[in-house]
């Protein structure tokens, strides 16, 4: 696995949600007694697994853990007012019409995305993919890592 960046996650959550009402960002702490979306179920690990991880990092355990299939589910759910779903800052863009975003502070709080490779891998389609993920890493002005397989 090549460690490419780490994300910034993000809380979404329903707009009518007593923790969107300020533009404040939110703490893990925050975020312990409410109905938590997690996804995937399976496979594991997962990110499921790496959002618990961030709370377990910070010494918290949330009240009420929900798993669902996929990132999709947990959305619709949050819009839903069914629960909150810690994402990765990029589904932002996605737009659902009744999910809002607030930001986290927590120094915990990022996934890493990584490039998965069989081991000793070395296709020159593999570095090639890895260089045009860079290059737009670059366009976009995301910090990153910068390795090779």
């Given amino acids: 696995r090549i460690l490419l960046?780490?994300?910034?996650?993000?809380l979404a959550l329903f707009p009518g949600h007593r923790l969107a009402a300020s533009e404040a960002p939110l703490r893990l702490v925050?975020?312990?007694h409410?109905?938590?979306l997690?996804?995937?179920s399976t496979p594991r690990p997962s990110f499921a697994d790496q959002v618990l991880g961030l709370f377990s990092e910070a010494h918290l355990t949330p009240d009420h853990v929900v798993e669902v299939r996929e990132l999709q589910i947990a959305m619709g759910?949050?819009?839903a007012e069914q629960g909150l779903a810690?994402?990765?800052a990029s589904v932002q863009g996605m737009h659902?019409?009744?999910v809002v975003y607030r930001q986290i502070e927590d120094k915990h709080a990022f996934s890493p995305i990584f490039f998965s490779v069989r081991h000793m891998e070395r296709a020159p389609e593999l570095e090639q993919m890895l260089?045009?993920?860079y290059e737009i890493y670059d366009d976009y002005g995301l910090p990153h890592t910068k390795e090779t397989l």
Wanted: proline content about 11%; overall charge negative; charged content about 25%.
């Fill in 38 to 40: 997690v996804y995937p």
């Fill in 5 to 10: 960046r780490e994300e910034r996650v993000v």
């Fill in 96 to 98: 659902h019409r009744n």
């Fill in 77 to 79: 759910l949050v819009a």
């Fill in 34 to 36: 409410e109905p938590l």
């Fill in 30 to 32: 925050d975020l312990v």
């Fill in 131 to 133: 260089a045009v993920i």
């Fill in 86 to 88: 810690v994402v990765p």
